[in-house]
């Protein structure tokens, strides 16, 4: 597995790609946070997408029932390999982490 960074700049078009090839994706949503702890969110739900919105500075996960909001993200990283894309992880303003794990790796395109 090889973690890296998306930069800022490729947010927009990354999630609208990734959820462009979300067919049957399950994923569990994670929340830590140091005065939290680690806080499940959503519990290997069907996964339908997630997607950036510059104007408002948020990204939303959409789960099954779930509707899971980072606001001013900082930082993506998404953690992937040849078998595809096993998960994403945002962190906020706050330092507080969102992490999506996907059941099964997530198949995508060669890059263009």
Not at 78 to 107: F, P, Q, Y
Request: proline content about 6%; glycine content about 4%.
């Amino acid at each position: 597995m090889a973690i890296h960074a998306v930069p800022k700049s490729q947010w927009e078009t990354y999630f609208a790609n990734l959820s462009k090839h979300l067919k049957a994706s399950q994923a569990e949503l994670e929340v830590a946070a140091m005065n939290l702890g680690d806080q499940l969110e959503a519990e290997w739900l069907p996964f339908y997408g997630v997607s950036y919105d510059p104007k408002d500075d948020i990204i939303e996960f959409t789960l099954q029932d779930v509707d899971h909001l980072v606001r001013r993200p900082q930082e993506v990283y998404v953690d992937d390999d040849v078998e595809g894309l096993h998960s994403i992880e945002v962190v906020d303003g706050d330092g507080v982490r969102h992490l999506a794990k996907l059941k099964e790796a997530l198949k995508l395109p060669p890059p263009t």
